[in-house]
Each structure stands twice: as C-alpha cells, then as structure tokens.
C-alpha cells in the first residue's frame, strides 16, 4: 500500500491500559484531562499541590485514577511521586507538565519572590517532572508533553515572567524532540491561548492587570471554554503530535513572531500601560506586594508553602 503523508499525520494510538502521569491535576485542564483520558481506558496519576482537591478528582473517577501530593520544584517530591505511580500502576507510559502558575505585575515594581516562583514552577518544574519520569517513559517508548500557552508567542505587558517561561519549555520540547526521537521516545508542546479557568479568572479579576488583559484587540483577548482546551489536547495526545494549538489560529500566529513585539508595544501604549504601571504602585501600596502579585489558586499553594518552609 502506497505510504499515505495525510494518514501519518492524523493516524491516532490507544490510551487504553497506558498509565498517564498528569502534574497540575487538581482542577481545570490538568483535571478535566485526567477525566477524558480515563473515560478512554487510561490509568492517570494526579501529580500536585492541593490533595484535597486532587483526591476528589481521583474519586470522581474512579478505580483507574490515584492522586500523588508533590511540588514539581522539588526533587524529592517528585521522586518520591515517580516511584509511587511506578509501585501502583507498573509503570509510565505518558508525562503531561501541565502544573503553572502566573503572577501579576511590571516588572519594575512586581514582588520579586512571586515573579521567581513563576520561573521556578513553570519552566524548572517543566524540566524536573520530565528528568525523573522520563527513565519510565524511556523503557515504553511514550510521550512527554508540556503545557507552554499562547503567552510564549505574544509577550503581553504585566506577564513578562509567565511568558519567559512558556516560551523556555517550548525551547525545552524542542530541544527534547530532537534528543529523544532515535530511542523512540515523542516530546510534544501545547500552546492554549486564554481558557476560562481559575488562573484566567482569578487574573480577570485583578484590579489593574485584569482590564489590560480583556482589553487585548480581537482574537487575542478572547476567552475559551474548557472543553475547547480539553478537546484539542485529547486529540494531540491520541497523535503524540508535536504541536498542539488550543484552538488552531494560534499555531497561524507563530508565523507571524517576528513581528509581534513593535506592535505588542505600540497596542501597550493605546491599551493603557502607563497608567496600569501608576495603578499597579497604588494597588502595591494598598494590598502589598506579594498580594498583589498573586495569582489563582495554584499559584497562592506554591508560594503559601515557601512562606511554611
């Protein structure tokens, strides 16, 4: 039979029986992924900072799903995780990096610590979750896949530290892309744009930084249902894709990078920056840095367990 291009690229693979590693699980994408990859016959393992949500997750699901509690910046955490997904489901078949965190605020005046966890959560955790898993994966040829964001092709004002990050472990997928295909081993990287969860509506919500945001022009300030996010990285992971863009214009977009930047700077300016930066002081001022700059649930669990260590 004729070898088909158009066929390769969409051909899909089973989940089923295949043991799911998913950091980030307690809620929004990383749990509602954990629920469609089970309905699939999946076993998922939910890697995280907030067990009580996590374990309800499990529970919704059922025999197939078990919650780990671990803090993907830590090496300990996540070896003691690795070892006991590896002890319950016999080992890893696919790693999704989906746990992040985003803080608020210019750079000038932003809480340094809560700008370094974001660094430190989004592109270290990134980078910890696929070294200690990735032994597992390696012996079942599986799939590592990272959740970068629209935010690593548009820089906004105000994100300068969840952008930085995004955009380093799409350069980390990249880079493991090329090392790991010859053991046969595929590293994918999805881009979601704006998705109603509880970081985007905790970040709507901010006094200053949330009108900057739904002021962005068009397509670029627009807010997706969960489910849209949910489908299309249910079907990259059925692909083992190397790209997944939540929802396909964002992949267009990419071939527009280059030119961006001038006009994120030019629509700065015309959206209101200067004054957002004055507003930013007051609202530091007001409510202190950290606050702030702290942004959804996730984010408050990461930094309230530095304040605890």
């Avoid at 880079?175 to 905790?202: C, F, N, Q, Y």
Wanted: charged share 25%.
């Amino acid at each position: 039979m004729p070898f088909n291009p158009l066929s390769a690229l969409t051909r899909t693979e089973t989940v089923e029986g295949r043991v799911v590693l998913i950091t980030g699980a307690a809620r929004g994408i990383g749990a509602g992924l954990a629920q469609r990859l089970a309905a699939r016959g999946a076993k998922v393992a939910l890697v995280g900072l907030e067990p009580d949500e996590q374990r309800a997750v499990a529970d919704r699901i059922g025999p197939n799903a078990r919650s780990w509690t671990a803090d993907v910046t830590s090496w300990d955490d996540l070896e003691q995780a690795t070892a006991g997904v590896v002890e319950h489901f016999g080992g890893i078949d696919i790693v999704v990096a989906n746990a992040g965190i985003a803080s608020t605020g210019f750079t000038r005046s932003v809480d340094v610590h809560a700008f370094e966890k974001v660094i430190e959560v989004d592109l270290l955790g990134v980078w910890r979750t696929f070294r200690v898993t990735l032994p597992h994966v390696l012996e079942r040829k599986g799939y590592l896949l990272t959740v970068s964001s629209l935010a690593a092709i548009c820089h906004a004002p105000g994100m300068a530290s969840y952008a930085a990050a995004k955009a380093g472990v799409e350069a980390l997928s990249n880079s493991m892309r090329a090392e790991l295909k010859h053991l046969g081993v595929r590293v994918g990287v999805a881009h979601p744009t704006w998705i109603r969860t509880d970081l985007v509506e905790s970040a709507d919500a901010h006094p200053v930084f949330g009108k900057l945001r739904t002021g962005m022009p068009g397509l670029l300030g627009k807010t997706y249902p969960l489910p849209v996010a949910l489908d299309c990285l249910e079907r990259g992971i059925l692909r083992r894709a190397r790209t997944i863009h939540v929802p396909r214009w964002v992949g267009g977009l990419k071939l527009l990078r280059a030119f961006l930047p001038p006009v994120i700077e030019i629509g700065g300016r015309m959206t209101g920056v200067p004054r957002a930066d004055r507003d930013a002081l007051a609202d530091i001022e007001r409510r202190g840095a950290r606050e702030s700059a702290i942004t959804g649930h996730g984010g408050r669990a990461a930094t309230q367990r530095d304040a605890d260590t």
